[in-house]
DNA sequence: CAATCTCCTG
DNA sequence: CAGGAGATTG
């Protein structure tokens, strides 16, 4: 039906970066105001103690905007405090100096008497507190920085502790100290704390090198992906190709990613990089590949983590017992049957479900539901989207590590192989549109959206490229910023794991709506490939596809309903001849129009939608007039006529922050 | 047979 | 705007 040509500009590699900087090959939604240095920079400078400083700040600054965060289950007491046994004063006493302000988050819970939540958090601590909680501190800082960022790293630390916004950022933390506290409690707290704290730091030290060799290994990974576009004319065309289908499929086997590095490093040094097809296959390869290597080093860092919780904390599996989670009944069998689903497709993995939202999962969805994504209410303490809230415990967040994220970042690279580098990212971001351009709802947003949104509200970025964007992006991927930090932001790093999960929207948002609207002035007849293209930031699926087709159908509906209405109208009026209908903007056809598509009235139709409108309005009254609509299938011909006046949809539309 | 469309209803 | 029924299409 839809005579627009539907893969036009779907993939034109030649056009993604051939005169474009290297910086400007970098996806634009990877630059965030957390990450803003190039990743070279973490190189001699500790990375992670940046990283967490980062981190920290950026937890300072949703916790200012957001006062005091409630995670839901802790207010609610979760099964994680409710099976501490009741402890005596003194061990109370001892807890709430290590773990500070949770204490306060505690007592909401059964057994405590104190004020729960309304808990003054300016509430002054004594100087034992103090003390004890800068011990843990200092450990904390000994594995989150090196000796030239410790200061730093300090001013940081006594900066959280002055704005005491370290709810949500102690209660992890004390979760994940909860048992060994326990076991512990009535030995000496001190020397315990002591030896468990030396042991945690070895792990975490281990974690730490071994994250920091798989950064590097990521870092390579895209250099040479830049270099790729670097080596614009060369030769060796058919040697690159027969080179490149062997290895691609060696590397696709391959466990270590230094032999992709090494070989491509190799290709590279040979200047092979010219054609587009090899410029094609080479993108392939290396997006296959980055999604594997952000994949498996999520997967690997979570299994040692895994194993660290389950030393020291055996009740912190995740998703483990209905008890300890107060999951609902239906995420439960979600989760059972994601597990089940992705045993045959992914490889063991120490964190079995991540998986808690529905709609990440449309092909079982038994009920209908509404689709369209509606705003997070803005109450902080009330039901938040799966999407944007803390989850607590860990088991309930919507993430998915390690089907959906590979899923997703190669989308996002797809997205820049396709698009190019100045296409906006920004309506890839965690949140829908509508969100992205609020300004006041910031209570129930993910912390990441903070930074995101002064990038997504200032349309296109390319701007601030720079080489290391991708290399932080895989960073993100790895949350490294977390691996120094305590076990006990487990859940923090599930967060920005998936980071570029949330960056895909899983439903279609009402800005998806309103921008279908004003494409519909151009297409009303879009092919789903159409749709995929002008939504780019929609994981589609079959779902949204006919919910998206729905809409444009709906369109129609409104649209042939009030031509039929105008044309009769006009033949009721007395008008004889077609070419006395004209459809202007002024006329109450095209206000009428107007009024549903661009209800806001913001956007200029175009010129060419009235001349369709015009001749829609001409064919209704030239077949009313000859009474064909007699038959009962007289539209049909009318159809056929419009669906053919498609036009095509300008390339502002493929942005996914177009609105 | 699946995808898509129109029509109808709520 | 969504859902369902029935028709059409390739």
């Known amino acids: ?94 807890w709430s100096n290590l773990s500070s302000k949770d204490s306060q988050l505690e007592s909401a819970s059964p057994g405590h008497s104190s004020s729960g939540i309304s808990a003054e958090p300016e509430c002054p601590l004594s100087e034992h507190v103090q003390a004890k909680r800068a011990r843990v501190e200092n450990i904390i800082r000994g594995m989150a920085s ?26 992890n933390k004390r979760k994940q100290k909860l048992p060994q506290h326990q076991e512990h409690k009535h030995a000496g707290i001190s020397a315990t704390n002591h030896d468990a704290n030396i042991s945690r730091d070895e792990e975490c030290h281990k974690l730490r090198i071994q994250l920091q060799s798989m950064q590097r290994l990521l870092h390579q990974l895209q250099e040479k992906f830049l270099q790729m576009y670097d080596h614009g004319s060369s030769e060796s065309e058919e040697k690159w190709e027969q080179q490149d289908s062997d290895e691609l499929d060696m590397n696709m086997n391959s466990e270590d990613n230094s032999t992709l590095e090494h070989k491509v490093s190799m290709k590279l040094a040979d200047g092979c990089l010219s054609s587009q097809r090899n410029q094609k296959n080479l993108q392939e390869m290396l997006k296959c590949e980055l999604s594997r290597a952000i994949s498996e080093s999520v997967d690997m860092v979570f299994r040692k983590i895994s194993l660290i919780l389950e030393d020291q904390s055996p009740q912190l599996r995740l998703c483990q017992s209905p008890e300890c989670t107060g999951m609902e009944k239906r995420d439960h069998q979600a989760c059972a049957r994601e597990s089940s689903d992705l045993e045959n497709a992914t490889k063991p993995r120490p964190v079995e479900c991540y998986e808690s939202t529905p709609s990440h999962s449309p092909e079982h969805q038994t009920e209908a539901l509404s689709l369209v994504v509606r705003k997070p209410p803005l109450n902080p303490l009330g039901p938040v989207s799966h999407a944007v809230k803390r989850p607590y415990p860990l088991h309930q967040s919507p993430f998915q590590f390690t089907h959906s994220t590979p899923l997703h970042d190669s989308q996002i690279l797809e997205h820049l192989l396709k698009y190019g580098p100045h296409t906006n990212f920004g309506g890839i971001s965690c949140l829908p549109p509508s969100l992205d351009r609020s300004s006041t709802d910031s209570v129930a947003l993910p912390w990441e959206s903070i930074a995101m949104r002064s990038k997504v509200s200032s349309g296109h970025l390319g701007q601030h490229h720079r080489p290391g964007a991708l290399g932080q992006v895989t960073v993100d991927g790895l949350c490294l910023p977390h691996v120094k930090m305590e076990c006990g932001e487990l859940q923090g790093m599930a967060e920005r794991s998936t980071f570029l999960s949330l960056n895909i929207q899983e439903g279609l948002t009402p800005n998806h709506l309103k921008k279908a609207k004003l494409m519909f002035f151009y297409t009303r007849y879009p092919s789903s490939n159409i749709l995929k293209t002008f939504f780019p930031d929609v994981k589609f699926n079959r779902c949204i596809t006919s919910q998206l087709i729905k809409w444009f159908s709906n369109f129609r509906e409104f649209y042939y309903i009030q031509m039929e209405k105008f044309a009769r109208q006009a033949i009721v009026d007395g008008v004889s001849d077609v070419k006395d209908m004209s459809v202007t903007r002024d006329c109450d056809v095209f206000r009428a129009l107007n009024m549903h598509y661009n209800k806001a009235n913001d956007f200029q139709v175009p010129e060419r939608f009235l001349e369709v409108a015009e001749i829609t309005l001409h064919e209704f009254y030239n077949a009313i007039s000859l009474n064909k609509d007699s038959d009962p299938s007289w539209k049909k011909a009318i159809y056929k006529i419009i669906c053919k006046l498609d036009s095509e949809v300008p390339e502002d539309f493929k942005s996914p922050s177009y609105l």
């Open 1 to 94: 039906m839809n005579l627009t040509p539907p893969d036009q500009s779907i993939h034109k590699p030649n056009e993604v970066c051939v005169e474009d900087s290297k910086a400007d090959l970098m996806l634009p939604c990877f630059h965030r105001d957390i990450y803003e240095e190039p990743l070279s920079s973490y190189h001699n400078a500790p990375l992670i103690s940046h990283l967490l400083r980062k981190t920290i700040h950026n937890k300072r600054s949703i916790l200012n905007n957001t006062q005091i965060y409630m995670p839901p289950t802790s207010v609610a007491g979760s099964s994680m405090v409710e099976s501490r046994p009741t402890m005596t004063e003194a061990a109370k006493d001892d």
């Open 146 to 171: 090196s000796p030239s960022d410790k200061s730093h790293a300090e001013r940081e630390n006594a900066e959280m502790e002055v704005r005491y916004g370290r709810e949500v950022y102690k209660e």
